[in-house]
């Protein structure tokens, strides 16, 4: 359900029953270089979580593999006690190696030790949402994600977890999934040049299922595109603003977790998300991942 936001960009959605802002902040760049180890400045990545709360953001994605676990510890130190109205969503099933991997840790006594450390770092009794994380560093992988997801539906169960998702998960693996237990959500990779999932996203808006793009600016290679320099020229606008507001616009299902370690790029994703399209801006850009 989409409903107006007074403070923020593309209102809010409902995950089940809990109602969190269509813009989030992913806090994966919070961690040290290569998302691994501290912050070079652990003040100035709580006051990007601060600012985040202060703007009125109540999505905050995180993950136990980032820093691994450093993220979430972060998160605590800066927002604990949390606001009534602040969701974090975090994700299970994959570690961190010592070269910087990412290999996949999905077995039964991998995935219920990730819920644990989740809930301790983090100072929760239960998780608000947890994705389980498929396929590997090179994108979704075809297969059954039907043990682990029953390992999460054990744990919602157990009432350590109170909605689920998956992530990096193919179509098939999404209806999968919820032959087996309902899905709040699903977080994959998306963006202007990337679309591969634009069927899904409307099959889950049909069915009141946010979709939370990962990477909607490009990831480690930034968006790059004369269409979209060409709009956001015409709109007197940086080009990641018009990324950005071109996935509110693009279905009322998607919600943003734009990820920054800066108080003043967290404050232009916020005002740039804000950009308002005409139809014509619409068109353009959508030739760029067609």
Known sequence: MNTPSPSLPGGTWTLGDLTVTRLGYGAMQLAGPGVMGPPGDHDGAL???REAAALGITHIDTAGAYGPRVTNQLIRE???????????????GAVRDQQGGWPPARRPEDLRRAVHENLEDLGL????????????ARGPRPG???????????????????????????????????????????????????RQD?????????????YVPFFPLGGFTPLQSAALSAVAARLD????????????????????????SSVAHLRENVAGAGLSLSDEDLAELDKIGR
């Open 125 to 136: 009794d239960a998780l608000d949402a947890v994705n389980l994380r498929l396929g590997d």
């Open 78 to 92: 800066a927002l604990h006690p949390y606001s009534a109205s602040l969701r974090i969503v975090t994700k299970v």
């Open 47 to 49: 006051a990007v979580l």
């Open 144 to 194: 059954s994600l039907a043990e682990p997801f029953e390992t999460l539906v054990e744990l919602q169960q157990e009432g350590l977890i109170r909605h689920l998702g998956v992530s990096n998960a193919t179509a098939e693996q999404v209806a999968e999934a919820q032959t087996i237990a309902p899905i709040v959500c699903v977080q994959n990779m998306y963006n202007l040049a990337y």
């Open 237 to 260: 606008a940086t080009p990641m603003s018009v990324a950005l507001a071109w996935l509110l616009q693009r279905s009322p299902n998607l919600l943003l977790i734009p990820g920054t």
């Open 198 to 210: 634009d069927e899904l996203i409307d099959d889950l808006a049909a069915k009141g299922i946010a």
